[in-house]
C-alpha cells in the first residue's frame, strides 16, 4: 500500500516542486482514503490531524451557521488539496467538510508530517511553499468572489451615486 | 451568417443603409430567465423600413425602447437570418437601468427598435477541425449561446466543444433547461456558481476552478470568454498560463455606446473603437488595454 | 512636417487681386448661387461663426489678443477683416451641428423617418484658416471615411463652398506648422485668400481650388495679380511660419502617449483641468456626440435627437451603474491620447491641427502643448532610470 500512495504521490503534478527524497518522505505519512457521498470528513472545531489530497470526487467545504444551516462555503475536486488548519496552533479545522461525490484522497498525518518539518527544514520550506500557493491561489479566488461581480448594479452597494440611463 | 478570417474581423455583409435609423421589430415571445434577466424574440414587420442585414454570433444590435432611450445588447441566439436579412432575432437582457427596465417589461406585440448589424463576430468556424473552449461568466453567458448553438449545428466540424459557466447563484443560472439538451448534443458542459443554497448539488467556486478538470489541449483550443471585465481577465490569464496562446484567447469587451457605427466616440479603449474593432477582440490586444486603469 | 517655400508659392489657379470693398461682390456671387454665407462677426466679446447678411458683418478691424486662457478683442491700426485666430467656435458648428434630429416614429405607424425637418441650406464658409481647412478633412475622414457615413455631416458638407483664408499673422498659441497644415492653403478649398493691408492698400489675393471657386470668382470685379503682389502674399504667409507661438514634436506621438498611461503627470494636470471641457467644445476636430430620445406628451410620437457630447463629461463613459473614466486624470488622458495618439489608430492621421483654441479657452491656460512636452521629458528620464 505504501507503494502504491508513493507512485501516486510521484505522478501528481502538486508534488512535482519537491525532490525524490521530500516525495518519499512524504509518501511515508499518506494513506488510500475513500469517502462515500454525504459522509463528513471532519466538522468545524474538531482536530486537525490530517490534510488531503483529492483524486477523485468532490468535498465541500460547509459552516453551520445558526438561522440558516450548514452554508456551502466552496467545493473541491480532483487535484486539489484539502486542510490547511493543521499547519499552525491550535491545530483545529475552521470549517466542516464533506463529501459530495464518492470520493478517494492521499491522507496525511499532519503531526508526523510535522514533525518532518522541524526536523529537516528544507524538507519543511519545500512544503510549505506548496502550500502557500495552494492557500493564495484560494484567497485570490475567494476575493474575486467577493467582488460579487455577476450582480446586478442595484445588487451591488456604490460608494457615490452615478448617473443612470442605460 | 458567418464570419471571415481572422476573430475580430467585421463579417463582409452588406452594409447597413440607413445605420442610425431603427427599424421597429415586435415583440414575439419573451421568457423570464431569472429574476432579472428577460430573453425576447424579436421579428421584423411585413415590410422593414430599414430592413436589417443578418447578425454573426457575437455582434450586438441597438435596441431602442420607443421614445425612452437605446442601448447596444447582444444576440443570445442565432435567430433567422434567411436571405441575408436579420427576421427573427433573439436578445437576452436585464433591467439595470432606465432603457433596460422598459425592454425588460416589453410584453409580446411591443415594439422595439433593432439597429445593426454591428461589430466583430465570434467568428466561430475558424476554430473548425480544433477544440472550442467557451468559458462563461454571469450573463456573459447570454453573446456565448450563438457560440454553442453554432456549434451544435455543424457538430462535426469541430473537435471537442466545452462550456464552462460561472454563475451567481443557482437562480441566476441563464439557460439552464437547455444546458441538458446541449450536453447530449456533444457539449461538455461543467457549472459552478459562487454561492450555492441548500438545493445546489454541483461545484461551488470560481469558474477558474472548472478549467483543471476539464484536462484541456492547450495547443488545439481556441476559447470564447465572456463576462465581467475582471472575470475575463483572470479567465484569459488562466487558460494562458495554461497553454493556451493568447492570440486563440477572444474576450467581448464592452464601453458605452450610442451610435454603433464609429461616430460618436463613446465606445473606445485605447486604440480600439468598439463597436467597429470589437466587441469580439483578441486577448493578444485586449489584455493590456484590459489593464490599464480607467481607461 | 514643415512647408519648405524658399520660392514662391504656385497657386492652383490664375490668381487674381481682389479690393476688400469688392467683398459685396462676392457674397453676392455666393448668394446668387443660393449659398447662405456663414463667417467671422464680431458677438459678445468674441469673434465668432456666424451667418453673415452682408460682408459688412464681417470683424473689418478686429483682433484678437490671446494666451493661454485668456481671449480679448482687441482694435487693430489697420482695417484687416481675417487678423485674427483662435476664436471660441470652429467650422463644425455648421457642418456638424451641436444639436441634430436623427429620426422621428409614430407609435400608430410603426417606423422610423429619418432625418431632420426643414430645408437645410447649402453653406459657403467664409474665412476658413489653413488649420481649419484640415480639421474639415480630418472630419470628413472620421464622420465619412468608414464603413458608414454620417448623413447629417455628408447634406452639410456635399454642399459647402469652402473659402479658404491664410494666415499671416499667427497667434500667440498657434503651431500649425508643427502639425503640418499651415499657415498656407494647399488643398482642400474652393478660394483661397490672402489679406493684404499696407500702402498698396487693402486687397486679396485670390486663387481658385476647383472648377466650382473658378465660377464664383469669375463674378467677382477683380485684376490680374502681378507677380510682386504675388510674392509679397507668399512672403508674408511664409514669414507666419516663422512666428508660431508654440510647437509640438512632429513624430512619435501615438508611442509617447501609449508609453505614458502610467506616467505620475496624470496626477498633475488633473490639479490644474477642471473637466470643464471647454477644450472639446472649442476644439474643430472633437467629434462626441450622444442621442437624446423625447416624446410628446402622449408618448405616441418619439423622436431621437444628436447633440454634442464631451469626454470630460462625468457619465461619457457610463457603464453597467458607474463610469469607467471617473477621476479627473482619466479623462484628461483620454483626451490628450485620443487627439494626438489613438487617434491614427482609428482614423489614419493626427486629430489636432495646431488652431490653439483649447490652450487659449482653458480657464486655468492648460496647454496642451506643453503637457507634451512634459510627458516626453518624464518618459525620457524613466528610460535612463531603467538604462533603456
Not at chain 1, 505504501?2 to 511515508?28: G, K, N, Y
Not at chain 3, 487674381?16 to 462677426?41: E, I, Q, S
Not at chain 3, 482614423?347 to 491641427?353: A, T
Not at chain 3, 512636452?373 to 532610470?385: G, K, R, V
Amino acid at each position: 500500500m505504501m507503494d502504491a500512495v508513493a507512485a501516486r504521490i510521484s505522478a501528481h503534478p502538486f508534488f512535482a516542486a519537491l525532490t525524490d527524497t521530500q516525495r518519499a518522505a512524504l509518501a511515508e505519512d499518506g494513506t488510500t482514503a475513500t469517502f462515500t457521498a454525504g459522509e463528513r470528513l471532519f466538522g468545524e472545531g474538531g482536530i486537525a490531524d490530517r490534510f488531503w489530497l483529492i483524486e477523485d470526487g468532490s468535498i465541500a467545504l460547509d459552516m453551520r451557521v445558526p438561522g440558516r444551516g450548514d452554508q456551502i462555503v466552496e467545493t473541491l475536486g480532483p487535484g486539489t488539496v484539502l486542510g490547511w488548519s493543521w499547519l499552525h496552533p491550535p491545530y483545529r479545522w475552521h470549517f466542516g467538510a464533506v463529501a459530495r461525490l464518492a470520493t478517494t484522497a492521499i491522507a496525511f498525518d499532519a503531526a508526523s508530517v510535522r514533525r518532518r518539518c522541524d526536523a529537516d527544514p528544507a524538507f519543511g520550506y519545500a512544503a510549505l511553499r506548496l502550500f502557500t500557493s495552494v492557500i493564495t491561489e484560494r484567497l485570490q479566488a475567494t476575493r474575486l468572489r467577493l467582488l460579487d461581480l455577476y450582480a446586478a448594479p442595484s445588487q451591488v452597494r456604490q460608494a457615490e451615486t452615478q448617473p443612470a440611463d442605460a | 451568417m458567418t464570419g471571415q478570417g481572422t476573430a475580430g474581423t467585421a463579417p463582409a455583409e452588406p452594409a447597413v443603409t440607413a445605420p442610425a435609423v431603427p427599424c421597429f421589430y415586435q415583440v414575439t415571445s419573451r421568457r423570464d430567465d431569472t429574476s432579472d434577466t428577460v430573453t425576447l424574440e424579436l421579428t421584423e414587420p411585413a415590410q422593414p423600413s430599414h430592413p436589417v442585414p443578418a447578425f454573426a454570433p457575437g455582434q450586438f444590435a441597438m435596441l431602442t425602447a420607443f421614445g425612452v432611450g437605446e442601448v447596444p445588447i447582444s444576440v443570445s441566439g442565432l435567430g433567422d437570418n434567411s436571405g441575408g436579412q436579420a427576421r427573427r432575432l433573439q436578445h437576452t437582457l436585464r433591467a439595470v437601468g432606465a432603457v433596460t427596465r422598459a425592454l425588460h417589461a416589453a410584453q409580446p406585440g411591443s415594439l422595439i427598435g433593432v439597429r445593426g448589424p454591428f461589430g466583430t463576430s465570434w467568428d466561430v468556424p475558424s476554430a473548425a477541425g480544433r477544440d472550442v473552449v467557451i468559458v462563461a461568466g454571469g450573463i456573459g453567458l447570454a453573446p456565448l449561446r450563438p457560440v454553442v448553438l453554432t456549434a451544435l449545428a455543424d457538430r462535426s466540424r469541430y473537435g471537442r466543444v466545452v462550456l464552462l459557466v460561472g454563475a451567481r447563484t443557482p437562480g441566476d443560472l441563464l439557460y439552464a433547461d437547455e444546458l441538458e439538451r446541449w450536453r447530449r448534443g456533444g457539449v461538455e458542459v461543467a457549472v459552478t456558481v459562487d454561492r450555492a443554497d441548500s438545493s445546489w448539488s454541483g461545484v461551488v467556486g470560481l469558474v477558474t476552478a472548472l478549467i483543471e478538470p476539464a484536462g484541456l489541449a492547450p495547443g488545439n483550443s481556441v476559447a470564447f470568454v465572456c463576462g465581467p471585465d475582471i472575470m475575463m481577465r483572470f479567465t484569459a490569464d488562466a487558460l494562458a498560463s495554461r497553454g493556451i496562446p493568447v492570440s486563440q484567447i477572444r474576450v467581448s469587451l464592452e464601453r458605452n455606446m450610442r451610435c454603433g457605427v464609429g461616430w460618436c466616440g463613446h465606445c473606445q479603449l485605447g486604440p480600439l473603437l468598439l463597436c467597429r474593432d470589437g466587441p469580439v477582440v483578441g486577448y493578444d490586444r485586449a489584455a493590456a488595454l484590459m489593464r490599464t486603469r480607467e481607461l | 512636417m514643415h512647408p519648405e517655400h524658399d520660392s514662391v508659392r504656385q497657386p492652383s489657379g490664375p490668381a487674381v487681386v481682389v479690393d476688400a470693398d469688392r467683398l459685396p461682390a462676392l457674397f453676392d456671387a455666393l448668394r446668387g448661387r443660393g449659398y447662405t454665407v456663414v463667417g467671422p462677426t464680431v458677438r459678445d466679446g468674441a469673434i465668432v461663426v456666424a451667418e453673415l447678411a452682408s460682408a459688412a458683418e464681417l470683424p473689418f478691424g478686429w483682433g484678437v489678443e490671446t494666451e493661454a486662457g485668456r481671449y480679448r478683442l482687441r482694435e487693430r491700426s489697420d482695417t484687416a477683416a481675417f487678423g485674427h485666430s483662435a476664436g471660441p467656435q470652429s467650422w463644425k458648428s455648421v457642418l456638424h451641428p451641436p444639436r441634430a434630429r436623427l429620426w422621428s416614429a409614430d407609435r400608430a405607424t410603426g417606423t422610423a423617418e429619418a432625418g431632420e425637418p426643414g430645408e437645410r441650406p447649402r453653406y459657403a464658409l467664409l474665412g476658413v484658416r489653413p488649420c481649419d481647412v484640415r480639421a474639415v478633412g480630418i472630419l470628413d475622414q472620421v464622420l465619412t471615411g468608414g464603413r458608414h457615413a454620417d448623413p447629417v455631416y455628408r447634406g452639410r458638407r456635399d454642399g459647402a463652398f469652402i473659402i479658404a483664408v491664410e494666415c499671416t499673422e499667427p497667434g500667440a498659441t498657434c503651431f500649425c506648422t508643427s502639425m503640418g497644415c499651415g499657415p498656407g492653403a494647399e488643398s482642400g478649398f474652393d478660394l483661397a485668400m490672402t489679406e493684404l493691408v499696407d500702402s498698396g492698400g487693402h486687397r486679396f489675393v485670390v486663387r481658385a481650388g476647383t472648377p466650382a471657386g473658378a465660377d464664383v470668382l469669375a463674378d467677382v470685379p477683380s485684376r490680374a495679380a502681378d507677380d510682386a503682389t504675388i510674392r509679397h502674399a507668399s512672403t508674408a504667409v511664409n514669414e507666419a511660419a516663422e512666428r508660431m507661438g508654440r510647437s509640438m514634436p512632429a513624430q512619435g506621438l501615438p508611442q509617447l502617449l501609449a508609453d505614458s498611461r502610467e506616467s505620475p503627470h496624470w496626477d498633475d494636470v488633473a490639479s490644474r483641468c477642471l473637466t470643464c471641457g471647454n477644450c472639446t467644445m472649442v476644439c474643430p476636430t472633437c467629434f462626441c456626440t450622444t442621442t437624446e430620445d423625447v416624446t410628446d406628451l402622449t408618448g405616441d410620437h418619439a423622436e431621437r435627437w444628436r447633440v454634442w457630447d464631451s469626454c470630460f463629461a462625468l457619465d461619457f463613459s457610463y457603464l453597467h451603474g458607474g463610469s469607467v473614466r471617473t477621476s479627473g486624470q482619466s479623462r484628461y488622458r483620454q483626451w490628450i491620447s485620443h487627439k494626438l495618439g489613438t487617434w491614427h489608430d482609428q482614423f489614419g492621421s493626427s486629430g489636432c491641427v495646431g488652431c490653439g483654441r483649447c490652450i487659449v479657452w482653458c480657464p486655468t491656460g492648460i496647454d496642451i502643448t506643453q503637457e507634451v512636452s512634459t510627458l516626453a521629458s518624464l518618459l525620457d528620464a524613466t528610460q535612463d532610470e531603467d538604462g533603456r
